[in-house]
């Protein structure tokens, strides 16, 4: 919904970095949230963006371009944990409205 | 602190019968609350929210309903289940604008 696109898969290497993009209309836009879900287990909260510009929370940073219609989330010093699928969830004009993108599945290897 | 529970953890059901999913969240007052649907390996997909009690609005309905009878409480039923309904039910909750918690979902398989 609302053209939330992710690309299905990444492969990065543990003790380097992977960024994860997201793109999304940007229409009525008014805040974007990433999510981490596990094979099976519900989504857990990492960051949500509102302002352009990069926010850094040390092992999970996130990006903005509203004007584009753009976000990423980076995560630096890969961990073989940090393997999962990382969801993309856009709010529009309504805060009690997520749309989700399909989420990008990253595989961190050895 | 917030705990949010659903229950049952996995259903199996079949065709044309009837379900209801439910979700009970502690330690939060007059919590927003949602629920999501997730088909395996596909998008999560927003289906209702309640933000007060009695008061329900749909997104996404997919021969659903849902209720809130208690501020604790969001119920998901439907009368006649449709193999479609198979999935990932999870409900959650929101704090400030964009964080939402989600409980530990509700596994459904409709044969």
């Known amino acids: 919904g609302q053209g939330v696109e992710q690309p299905a898969k990444l492969m990065s290497v543990e003790g380097t970095f992977a960024r994860v993009n997201c793109t999304y209309s940007t229409s009525g836009f008014n805040g974007l949230s990433w999510y981490q879900q596990r094979e099976g287990q519900a989504p857990v909260f990492l960051s949500y963006?509102?302002?352009?510009g990069l926010k850094d929370s040390g092992h999970f940073s996130t990006f903005l371009s509203r004007s584009n219609g753009y976000s990423y989330l980076l995560l630096t010093e890969l961990q073989i944990k940090d393997s999962a699928s990382y969801l993309c969830?856009?709010?529009?004009?309504?805060?009690?409205?997520?749309?989700f993108g399909s989420g990008t599945k990253l595989t961190v290897e050895p | 602190a917030q705990t949010i529970h659903q229950w049952p953890v996995a259903e199996i059901k079949a065709v044309g019968s009837p379900l209801s999913l439910g979700c009970t969240i502690k330690g939060k007052s007059s919590p927003n609350l949602y629920w999501y649907w997730q088909a395996t390996g596909g998008t999560l997909q927003q289906l209702f929210y309640?933000?007060?009690?009695?008061?329900v609005e749909s997104v996404v309905q997919l021969n659903l309903s849902a209720s809130r009878p208690k501020d604790d409480q969001f119920i998901l039923s439907t009368e006649k289940l449709l193999l479609s309904h198979s999935g990932f039910y999870l409900c959650?909750?929101?704090?400030?604008?964009?964080?939402?918690?989600f409980g530990p979902g509700t596994r459904l398989t409709v044969l």
């Open positions: 963006v509102v302002l352009d």
């Open positions: 959650a909750w929101r704090t400030g604008d964009y964080e939402q918690y």
């Open positions: 309640s933000i007060t009690v009695g008061q």
């Open positions: 969830a856009v709010s529009m004009s309504n805060y009690n409205v997520l749309y």
